[in-house]
């Protein structure tokens, strides 16, 4: 077996960007802030963030189960 086996595919560097971008169109504003890409001073943030919930959901959620609850 040779040890330099050269795959049958390699895509070129347009290709990985164009696919790295179709990519990041799909991504949710939480999943780009998790990513933390900010394109505009080309530099990433190594801050690391917690992540976050939708306050309002839980509330909603909790008041739901309440009302399902016998009385």
Avoid: F
């Avoid at 040779?2 to 895509?11: E, G, I, Q, R």
């Avoid at 190594?46 to 016998?70: D, F, G, Q, T």
Wanted: one cysteine or more.
């Amino acid at each position: 077996m040779s040890k330099h086996h050269v795959p049958s595919y390699l895509p070129t560097p347009r290709q990985i960007a164009l696919a790295c971008e179709q990519i990041r169109a799909n991504w949710t504003p939480a999943e780009q802030r998790r990513r933390n890409i900010d394109q505009s001073a080309g530099e990433q943030s190594s801050a690391w963030l917690p992540p976050e919930i939708s306050l309002m959901s839980c509330v909603l959620s909790s008041r739901k189960n309440l009302k399902e609850l016998p009385a």
